[in-house]
Structures are given as C-alpha cells and as structure tokens.
C-alpha cells in the first residue's frame, strides 16, 4: 500500500500541486469567513460544513475531472476473437491522443465481465471484472494513432461475456 501512495505522489504533474494547493487556501479561507461570522451561527455553520465539504470532495473530484480534461483520449475496440486451441481472447484496439499534451506512459486495461438476461444482474457484473489484463504503451504525441494487440489469459469462461477497454494516460 506503502508503494502505491508514493506512486501515486511521484506522478503528480505541476497541475495538481496547484490544484491542491487551491483547495487548501480555499479551505482555509472559508474557515477564517466563518470565524469572522460566529455572530450569525446559521450561516458561521454551513460555511464552516462547506469548508470541510471542498477539503475533501475537492481533491478528489478536482483531480479526477482535471486528468479527464488533460489527458484525453480514446479507445476503440477493432475486433476480439476468442481462440479455439488456447484458452485466450485477443482483442485488437487504438489508442488516440486527443489531448493538448504528449502522453509519456498509457496503461491499457481490457475489462472482461459476466452478461446475464437479468438487469439488475448486468448492472452489478459491470462492477466486478472477472478477468483484466493491461498492457502499457510509452510516447504517444498528441494527435497519434496507436494500435495495440492485448491477449487475456487464461481465459476459460464458457458463457456469455462483455469485453470493455479504458486507458489511463500521463
């Protein structure tokens, strides 16, 4: 757990510091606001649960729809074939940089879940992936095209499945 935090740290780019550095001077801010206003108890409370509201949601929130902005991207699904001799499916796909920024890493991840005739079922195997394999693709300029070829084994589900690919890009 130890690795993943200082993982994730370490791949901070100078948007997040500020980001976050926003969020904290905001905080900050509306604390020293509803200290000015402790008169009017009301309104001293709700912007004392609002400051706490955007020191936590606004991490969180600020950094996912940032990245979304950032390093935007597409994944397209060119064709799956499921192997007859190995138990194994090979999915072909791109990637495309439709971002401002060049990509210096992308993890490509293919989803493989369960399909069931019952609605409530499906909506809850779209949650809990059964199989997931990734692949990572280094320097990809911005506007470029990538094609990639992901093998997902062993693979022996006999049944119906849904295949869905994402890509995580910095």
Do not use: W
């Amino acid at each position: 757990m130890k690795e993943k935090i200082t993982a994730f740290i370490n791949g901070f780019i100078i948007y997040d510091y500020i980001l976050f550095g926003a969020v904290l001077t905001l905080f900050l801010l509306f604390i020293i606001l509803s200290i000015v206003l402790r008169k009017r108890l009301g309104l001293s409370i709700f912007i004392l649960l609002l400051s706490f509201v955007i020191l936590f949601a606004g991490p969180t929130i600020g950094y996912k729809e940032m990245h979304k902005y950032l390093f935007k991207n597409s994944v397209t699904i060119i064709s799956q074939k499921r192997l007859l001799f190995t138990p194994a499916i090979v999915v072909k796909g791109s990637l495309k940089n439709e971002s401002k920024f060049n990509f210096k890493r992308c993890v490509i991840t293919a989803h493989v879940h369960k399909v069931s005739k019952n609605v409530l079922k499906n909506y809850i195997y779209k949650f809990k992936n059964f199989k997931n394999m990734s692949i990572v693709e280094d320097n990809i300029a911005k506007g470029d095209v990538r094609l990639f070829k992901i093998i997902v084994e062993p693979f022996t589900y006999k049944r119906d499945y849904n295949l869905s690919i994402k890509a995580s890009c910095k």
